[in-house]
C-alpha cells in the first residue's frame, strides 16, 4: 500500500469514505457533496483523476462495469488508508486544544 499514514487529499479522503458503499461516478459526486454537508462538491475530471490514481495504487477496485457505468468499492488496503488518515486527522484535532486552553507553560 502506498500511503503508508501520509497526508492524504481531501478528495482521496472523501472518495474513499464515500466507497464503504460501492458506487458508480455520478453517486460518488452526490455522495461526497452530501457527506461533507455540501462543503466539497467535486467535478467528473476531479473525481476521474482521483479514481484512476487510487486503482493504480489498489486502493479501490472496479466492482461493476455494464458498459454505461462503472461501479467502484474499495479495497482492504483501500479501507486501511482511510483508517490510518482518519486518525492522522483526529490526532491533529486534538492537538488543536492548545487553541482553546492557550499556551501551557507550566
Known amino acids: 500500500m502506498k500511503q503508508a499514514g501520509g497526508p492524504m487529499t481531501e478528495a482521496m479522503y472523501y472518495v474513499l ?3 464503504m458503499n460501492p458506487s458508480h461516478g ?7 457533496t452530501e457527506v461533507s454537508s455540501g462543503r ?3 467535478g467528473p475530471g476531479t ?22 457505468r462503472k461501479t467502484y468499492a474499495i479495497t482492504a488496503d483501500g479501507e486501511q488508508a ?4 482518519y486518525h492522522r486527522l483526529v490526532a491533529m484535532i486534538e492537538d ?11
Open 17 to 19: 469514505l464515500t466507497l
Open 47 to 68: 473525481l476521474y483523476g482521483v479514481l484512476a490514481r487510487m486503482q493504480k495504487e489498489g486502493l479501490i477496485v472496479l466492482a461493476d462495469n455494464d458498459g454505461r
Open 26 to 32: 455520478y453517486q460518488l459526486m452526490q455522495a461526497i
Open 40 to 42: 466539497v462538491k467535486m
Open 96 to 106: 488543536g486544544v492548545l487553541l482553546k486552553e492557550g499556551d501551557r507553560d507550566a
Open 82 to 85: 482511510l483508517r490510518q488518515e
